[in-house]
């Protein structure tokens, strides 16, 4: 006789309720199985899930970010002042220009001309001379009057100057990396700064900027700005403007990429749309000159 231990019946010979306690069996074994199976995968999918969500793209972090600092940013003027004569510079924009350096806390937003161009954009005369001209195209539409003369400190010497600018007939010599010899010399009419030193009292208002920028904000490439009017008789700000702006491509350098000069295209208040690093100059003489009134020639 055989041993059904050992010799158990094929399948097909079973009797219809020995197929029966099979199927009973087989789900015995297999229902754990599915109920493990499906506690394994809600386990997995829960740790999976709170990972991405705590992940998202860093530039959709940056825009948020951006988002709200744009709540706060604008321009603020309290008080205004007629027949201003001059203006005292707290700071002077440095010469060089910050590209692409992440951390650097110069003001990218406020970027404008630099070292003496920025002293020579709040003289009067200075527009006229170097931007309204016949061969470069009429892109601002501000007035741009400006003052008379400004002051500011010599950071060599720590003393305060006067400066005035004029238009004089200026001698140059020829450049070899310009095709020259570096001997010939021709002559221009340039717009030049005349510097004395100060013959009076600091000018009542002055003009100053800050980077306001934090670190959390610097690492998703937002860059702030603050540009302040105050008047330096009574510490009173007469006027503020707020800008931040942010690099979509966050710092991206391939193909030489200057990540803080595609960053003033995404900017609040906007400079424009496309090439906005280019709307960036004369900014500050700009916001200046709605809050302290040129005095006119009469």
């Given at each position: 006789?055989?041993?059904?231990?050992?010799?158990?019946?094929?399948?097909?010979?079973?009797?219809?309720?020995?197929?029966?306690?099979?199927?009973?069996?087989?789900?015995?074994?297999?229902?754990?199985?599915?109920?493990?199976?499906?506690?394994?995968?809600?386990?997995?999918?829960?740790?999976?899930?709170?990972?991405?969500?705590?992940?998202?793209?860093?530039?959709?972090?940056?825009?948020?970010?951006?988002?709200?600092?744009?709540?706060?940013?604008?321009?603020?003027?309290?008080?205004?002042?007629?027949?201003v004569?001059?203006?005292?510079?707290?700071?002077?924009?440095?010469?060089?220009?910050?590209?692409?350096?992440?951390?650097?806390?110069?003001?990218?937003?406020?970027?404008?001309?630099?070292?003496?161009?920025y002293?020579?954009?709040f003289?009067?005369?200075?527009?006229?001379?170097n931007?309204?001209?016949?061969?470069?195209?009429?892109?601002?539409?501000?007035?741009?009057?400006?003052?008379?003369?400004?002051?500011?400190?010599?950071?060599?010497?720590?003393?305060?100057?006067?400066?005035?600018?004029?238009?004089?007939?200026?001698?140059?010599?020829?450049?070899v990396?310009?095709?020259?010899?570096?001997?010939?010399?021709?002559?221009?009419?340039?717009?030049?700064?005349d510097?004395?030193?100060?013959?009076?009292?600091?000018?009542?208002y002055?003009?100053?900027?800050?980077?306001?920028?934090?670190?959390?904000?610097?690492?998703?490439?937002?860059?702030?700005?603050?540009?302040?009017?105050?008047?330096l008789?009574?510490?009173?700000?007469m006027?503020?403007?707020?800008?931040?702006?942010?690099d979509?491509?966050?710092?991206?350098?391939?193909?030489?990429?200057?990540?803080?000069?595609?960053?003033?295209?995404?900017?609040?208040?906007?400079?424009?749309?496309r090439?906005?690093?280019?709307?960036?100059?004369?900014?500050?003489?700009?916001?200046?000159?709605?809050?302290?009134?040129?005095?006119?020639?009469?």
């Amino acid at each position: 006789m055989p041993n059904p231990a050992v010799d158990p019946v094929p399948f097909g010979h079973w009797t219809p309720r020995d197929k029966a306690a099979q199927r009973r069996s087989l789900l015995r074994w297999a229902l754990p199985m599915i109920r493990i199976l499906v506690m394994l995968s809600v386990a997995v999918l829960g740790c999976l899930q709170p990972l991405h969500a705590a992940e998202p793209s860093r530039l959709h972090v940056a825009e948020a970010m951006f988002g709200e600092r744009c709540k706060t940013a604008g321009e603020k003027i309290h008080r205004t002042a007629e027949n201003v004569e001059g203006v005292f510079l707290m700071k002077i924009r440095p010469h060089d220009i910050n590209y692409r350096d992440q951390f650097k806390l110069d003001d990218p937003y406020g970027r404008d001309l630099g070292g003496d161009g920025y002293i020579l954009s709040f003289l009067s005369g200075f527009f006229e001379a170097n931007v309204k001209r016949p061969d470069v195209p009429a892109k601002v539409v501000y007035p741009h009057i400006a003052y008379r003369y400004v002051e500011a400190l010599d950071p060599k010497d720590g003393k305060r100057y006067r400066y005035t600018g004029s238009t004089k007939e200026v001698t140059h010599t020829t450049s070899v990396l310009m095709g020259g010899d570096g001997k010939t010399t021709f002559k221009t009419k340039d717009f030049v700064l005349d510097k004395v030193m100060s013959p009076g009292p600091t000018p009542r208002y002055g003009v100053t900027y800050d980077d306001i920028s934090t670190r959390e904000e610097r690492d998703y490439w937002i860059a702030g700005s603050s540009l302040k009017v105050i008047d330096l008789q009574t510490n009173e700000v007469m006027a503020e403007r707020i800008g931040y702006m942010v690099d979509r491509g966050q710092g991206d350098k391939g193909g030489g990429r200057s990540p803080w000069l595609f960053a003033a295209d995404t900017a609040c208040p906007e400079f424009s749309p496309r090439h906005g690093s280019t709307a960036q100059l004369l900014q500050t003489e700009n916001f200046v000159e709605k809050v302290l009134k040129p005095k006119l020639e009469k």
